[in-house]
């Protein structure tokens, strides 16, 4: 319809991960601690922080594994408060509740990022922070990192989502003592499901390794020091939440796109935005200035409409090809923090709901051309002023 493709379809795994799937199924090979000490997850772990400029990596079954074994990796106490933003996935305050920790909300702001007022008068409650780039959008981690040091507080980044997405030239990911990331379709490197985290602390990555499952001596399979891990044999629960080895074949063929999906997901983003800023329906948040962002989608706030108004413009959008998601007004949502029912406590966050009534969220590939990335612009705008006609028809 009128050039817009459909653009919830993945990209095609590169060619590449084929013969090492086949080696794979003729070997037999597929657990990590099977069989050499080289093994793709391994591999998979050296490369990527390689490419993120970190010492230590550990690939697990998702991001939310990775959160979760964060958290038991730092050695939170049962009931320990963890500070969370208002806006996120529902896996994030699950991971916390699965660490037996209590997700205590931050409010985030219109533009997506956490509100820092809130967060400072929040930080002398916790143990821990999970700061969660929703979207790509990295809140200030400056601010964030300063207050939080001043606290003795580990901020925890739930990076999920920001794969190159970089912060002052650093890789989002890296600046808190752990950093999490998912390999779920969705996300810029695909397995269909997969996670990692990264620290540059020894001790973190030995407690790490061990509880994701390197059961009896496999710790040394991962070729780090022996040290830590010595210290810490036969003292911690294993949850086995490890990778598979044609999840890594999958993944590590990806890496090489990584520069390619960045930079034309970033083309595409602005592209869009700039289109949409030029109209008075649309505020697009402006980046932070050490920001570098990486995105594969569009978040954007309807200006000036009536509930209705959203909705009129929904369904246009539906229509004319761009399905765009209002995160408070669809239903069942699971980034809309009242739909997180499980929370042994709701919190109110007046500006966090505010934004999200208005947030509008839609998909926007780096395989996107710009030409198509103009008939997405053009369809968004046409649908507000479809939604917004009968306003202005009836004023006049
Ligand atoms: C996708 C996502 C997660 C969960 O990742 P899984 O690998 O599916 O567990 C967590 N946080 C954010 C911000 C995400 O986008």
Redo the contacts with the bound molecule.
Sequence with gaps: MSGIPEMHDAEPIPEAARAEVDRLFASGDLFRYHGSADSPVTRLEQEFAATLGCRYALAV???????FLSLKTLGLPRDARVLIPGF??A??PS?VLHADCLPVLCEVGSDYRVDLADFEAKIATVSAVII????GHTSDMDAILAIADRHGVPVVE?????LGTTWAGRNIGTLGRIG?????S??LLNAG???LLVTDDAELIARAVIMSGAYETNWKKHGLLTEPFARWQNKLPLYNLRLSNLSAAVIRPQLAELPRRVADGRRNHDHVAARLAETPWFEVPRKLAPEMRAPDSLQFNLVGMSDADVDAFTAAAAEAGVKVQVFGRSADNARAFWNWQFLPEMPELPRTRAMLMRACDTRLPARLTLDQCTAVAEALIGAAEAAMAPARAYGT
């Excluded at 079954?61 to 959160?67: F, G, R, V």
């Design positions: 079954s998702s991001c939310s594994a990775a959160l996120t996935f896996a994030v991971a969660s780039h929703m979207r739930d990076a999920a989502h920001s999490c990331f998912s390999f779920q969705y996300k499901e997969g996670g």
